[in-house]
């Protein structure tokens, strides 16, 4: 299946409900040149699973969450935007089970953005799916709303107004070498450098990100990983510190050479905690940032294997040190 399409079908296992459509806010992304009004009270998350941005609507009550994605890829070498069109639609065809396009139109000659809709079966569920494409310079930038077909009308409202306020523009300074990372629903942001892995709810995180491999030799990926935890009872940072002290104790076994000092994230008071522990018999070192905001618990820990940790903690302590709470 064609990358893009897999990066949009990441947020079709979702739902939607019977209710008005949302107030909306607008969001830019000034690395991206992009403007765009999004429902206010959706799950807005940027940088994950291959997207600039997505917004998924509140959990429901039936079977499908309706979302908003926006993705970019770069035009193919001497394609102009028509052709580019007609590939993407092909493409379409290709790609979704039982694919009907409902509206579309040739754009005119010159054009810069195209939209069209489609519907196309998921999982057993009927969706319904409006596109706007626009090009920027040499990069095309795909929104899709997404819904099931049964929600068609109650979203046409904000459906029409999101593609109306979809504007790119050519970004005036190159790509960063990191991208940050938001979550607005859990109140942070993290910037993390462009060959990282990143990847959602794996085991006990919320995020975790993975250095590239540094060649067939190299025994572990070095790791940042982020843990967000919403706290039974108000907690001071001086006890959310010394009950994950205690945590590391009890749960992870030979942790040697604890020490903690006060830092801070931005304008948000934190602890630094530092240790060793042995894994799988593999000696790893730990770098950790604890943070509390509310009924909240942050914690934001970079891992590498002991030899090669000093080698690798200026970038941890960048990483780590670009958290914010928002």
């Known amino acids: ?14 739902t939607a409900c019977a209710q008005a459509a ?8 000034p690395e991206h040149g992009l403007t765009v009004s999004l429902p206010a009270d959706w799950s807005i998350k940027e940088g994950l699973a291959g997207t600039i941005v997505s917004a998924v609507e509140p959990a429901p009550a039936s079977a499908f969450r309706a ?6 890829e770069p035009l193919p070498p001497f394609m102009l935007f028509a052709a ?9 065809r290709e790609t979704l089970p039982q694919f009907r396009q409902v509206a579309a139109r040739a754009p005119p000659p010159g054009a810069s953005s195209h939209e069209l809709a489609y519907t196309f079966a998921a999982g057993g569920t009927a969706c319904r799916v409006s596109v706007k494409l626009a090009s920027a310079g040499r990069d095309i930038y795909i929104l899709t709303a997404s819904s099931a077909e049964a929600d068609t009308a109650r979203l046409a409202p904000l459906w029409k107004e999101t593609l109306a306020s979809f504007r790119v523009r050519p970004a005036k300074a190159p790509p960063r070498a990191t991208k940050r990372v938001r979550d607005r629903e859990k109140g942070f942001s993290i910037e993390f450098p462009r060959t990282w892995t990143l990847q959602e ?33 108000a907690t001071t940072l001086e006890e959310y510190l010394t009950a994950n002290l205690k945590g590391l104790s009890d749960v992870i076994e030979g942790t040697v050479g604890v020490s903690a000092e006060d830092v801070r994230l931005g304008n948000t008071p934190a602890k630094r905690i530092r240790y060793r522990k ?8 730990s770098l950790a940032y604890l943070a509390v905001e509310g009924r909240r618990g942050y914690v934001v820990t970079a891992a590498g294997a002991a030899e090669e940790f000093a080698r690798h903690e200026p970038e941890f302590l960048a990483i780590c040190g670009s958290f914010r709470i928002e």
């Open 201 to 233: 709810n794996l085991k006990e995180t919320t995020l975790i990100a993975f250095s590239p491999l540094e060649g067939p030799g190299d025994p572990f990926r070095e790791n940042v990983n982020l843990l967000v935890e919403e706290l039974q009872e």
């Open 278 to 285: 042995t894994l799988e018999s593999r000696s790893l070192e």
């Open 84 to 92: 580019y069109l007609e590939s993407h639609q092909e493409q379409l």
């Open 67 to 72: 979302s908003v994605v926006i993705t970019t």
């Open 1 to 14: 299946m064609c990358a893009r399409f897999q990066k949009i079908l990441f947020f079709f296992c979702v």
């Open 22 to 29: 949302p107030a909306t806010q607008a969001f830019e992304s």
